[in-house]
């Protein structure tokens, strides 16, 4: 298998190379990627070192897969480009997500998606991930009528830079290179990614569109709050779920347990629930709270909790490219 990597330095491509050891993908060549500033970088995979080459050179090269995670402007250009050329391309940015040709695949709920005609397979948000990862098997148990979320997204969903951000203002009580309209150490602000016309922000849309799409259910009404939390590592979302049937918390637990990647956390008597914390660095989607509401007929809250740069991104996609692999 020959392999690219485009976004290779990026936190995400960076743990895309760990978890590409850690899961022992055999890579026969392989080609990271960077944009022209940071070409000539070195990476390491398998104990092996790499220089990062351009977009511009990769084309020159036979590949049969390229996990890109370099943004959606990157995305949008050269995915098609490699597709034409016979590579299958697994997206992380939101580029191709809702693109009706384009499958937007978490493995353990929609595998076979990656089979479809398009050559382009979509990774999801990372804050869709990890809820669809809890509520797909109780979707299609008890049928959800209606989900209302609200997450806690560390600083790592937006990169580096605001990863420095919030270092600089624990150290100085500043920054000087700010990434968000506020400080975000000692604080949570409710503004994740550019806000739309109706008043939600890109990211609290995406929760909405991208679950639908992946449950197969263009029915369940959803509405989003995402807010940024001073915490490197980890996302975390409380959400309400009413359902069509009335599940009893046992069944609720009875099913996630038995639910791949999926570990229930609950056990309020010893302080038990998910923490980004405990998440770091973790493959796992973890859930607790887990609790009727009192206010609502079949429903139920639910606390959800993992780490955005490895299910929520990089292990996905490579559990996707794994999956391809076998079947291919």
């Not at 392989?30 to 050179?57: D, H």
Request: glycine share 6%; aromatic share 6%; proline share 4%.
């Amino acid at each position: 298998m020959n392999l690219a990597l485009v976004g290779a330095t990026g936190m995400v491509g960076r743990t895309m190379l760990q978890v590409l050891e850690e899961r022992n993908i055999q890579v026969d060549e392989f080609y990271p990627v960077s944009s022209a500033r940071s070409k000539g970088q070195s990476v390491f995979l398998f104990g092996k070192e790499y220089k990062c080459i351009t977009l511009e050179e990769l084309m020159d090269k036979e590949i049969d897969y390229a996990l890109f995670s370099a943004g959606g402007a990157v995305s949008l250009e050269w995915a098609p480009r490699f597709e034409a050329l016979g590579a299958v391309v697994i997206d992380n940015s939101s580029a191709w997500r809702m693109n009706e040709d384009v499958a937007l695949v978490v493995p353990q709920i929609n595998a076979e998606g990656a089979l479809g005609k398009r050559k382009i397979i979509a990774n999801p948000n990372c804050s869709t991930i990890q809820m669809v990862m809890a509520l797909a098997p109780l979707h299609k148990r008890f049928g959800i009528k209606r989900l209302v979320i609200s997450t806690y997204q560390s600083v790592t969903g937006t990169g580096k830079a605001a990863v420095e951000q919030m270092e600089s203002e624990r150290k100085t009580g500043s920054s000087s290179a700010a990434v968000y309209p506020h400080p975000i150490d000692l604080n949570c602000i409710p503004h994740c990614d550019i806000f739309l016309e109706n008043g939600y922000t890109k990211e609290e849309m995406k929760l909405v569109y991208e679950t639908r799409k992946i449950l197969g259910d263009q029915n369940i009404a959803i509405t989003a709050t995402a807010v940024r939390v001073p915490v490197v590592g980890g996302h975390s979302e409380s959400v309400n779920i009413e359902f069509e049937k009335d599940p009893s918390i046992e069944e609720i637990k009875e099913i996630l347990n038995s639910t791949e990647g999926v570990v229930v956390q609950d056990d309020v008597n010893s302080n038990t629930y998910p923490m980004p914390r405990t998440a770091l660095n973790r493959d796992e989607v973890f859930v607790g709270r887990i609790r009727k509401d009192e206010s609502a007929k079949n429903a139920v809250n639910m606390w959800i909790v993992a780490d955005n740069l490895r299910k929520g991104a990089a292990t996905n996609a490579v559990e996707i490219l794994e999956y391809l692999t076998k079947k291919n």
